[in-house]
């Protein structure tokens, strides 16, 4: 992916020893993800400073205890638009999201075994014995993942028209935009609460770290003890 020389960017040359003075930064997504992440950025040796545990602050960007290492909070699908473009150089997501933008400068090492979850078709109960997704050729689908959705169904030769929507999707059926959606799926409680059946998952989902390439290339020795470290903590958990 090209970057404008005007726009922040981590292909700024590295110092002398391989290392660059610009700070690395540290994208996180606000939400669920964070709550299963907060304790792993402890044992990676990362305390942001107190505000980022205060859910009454309004602030978006973090010091921490480490120099020149800051963590900014976004929504979960623009942490990988801050890392694919650079503007942060480390970022945690879960593939689900990373299918979707299949961003060609993010590179994902490491499985953080947290946010696990599946994304899956579903449709309403009363539809399940009659339809027979074989037969299917052309499908209307409610989904915040269009790219994914049809991606997978133009694989066995279906064309699926997607809606986008960014929440609640499991109203759509009932509301008559579409009668399947693609969403992501933990308990089954979502589905069950709004009459809807699970019938073919499409991904497994977790988060994983995620690495801007380019940064990794011009500040190796930067980046790659941090990949380690978030390697250990995943793996230890
Ligand atoms: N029910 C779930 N169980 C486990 N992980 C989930 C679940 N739902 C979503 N996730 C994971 O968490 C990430 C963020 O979830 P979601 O898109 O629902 O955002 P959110 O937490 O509502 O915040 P926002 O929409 O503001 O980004 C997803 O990309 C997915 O990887
Ligand atoms: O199978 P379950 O355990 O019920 O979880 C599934 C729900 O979790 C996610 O939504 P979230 O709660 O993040 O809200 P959202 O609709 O704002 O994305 C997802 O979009 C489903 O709606």
């Not at 292909?11 to 299963?36: D, F, T, Y």
Request: glycine share 8%; aromatic share 6%.
């Amino acid at each position: 992916m090209a970057t404008s020389s005007t726009e922040p960017s981590s292909q700024s040359a590295p110092g002398a020893a391989g290392q660059s003075n610009e700070p690395i930064v540290l994208a996180v997504p606000k939400g669920r993800i964070l709550k299963e992440l907060r304790p792993l950025l402890s044992k990676a040796g990362i305390e942001p400073e107190p505000a980022f545990d205060d859910p009454s602050a309004r602030q978006l960007t973090f010091g921490t205890n480490i120099p020149h290492f800051s963590i900014i909070r976004v929504r979960s699908f623009d942490v990988a638009t801050f890392v694919a473009f650079g503007a942060a150089h480390l970022g945690v997501a879960g593939n689900d999201v990373l299918m979707e933008f299949d961003y060609s400068e993010l590179y994902a090492p490491v499985d953080l075994n947290i946010g696990h979850c599946r994304l899956s078709v579903a449709e309403p109960e009363e539809m399940i014995g009659s339809d027979d997704p074989s037969r299917w050729s052309h499908i209307r689908i409610a989904t915040k993942y269009p790219g994914v959705t049809r991606k997978h169904f133009s694989a066995r030769g279906v064309q699926a028209e997607c809606i986008k929507l960014n929440g609640a999707m499991e109203l759509a059926p009932g509301m008559g935009l579409c009668r399947r959606i693609v969403d992501l799926v933990s308990t089954g409680k979502t589905l069950k609460d709004n009459g809807l059946v699970e019938i073919e998952k499409i991904a497994d989902v977790t988060s994983r770290l995620i690495v801007n390439r380019a940064a990794l290339k011009t500040r190796p020795t930067e980046m790659t003890p941090w990949i380690d470290r978030f390697r250990e903590v995943a793996n230890a958990a």
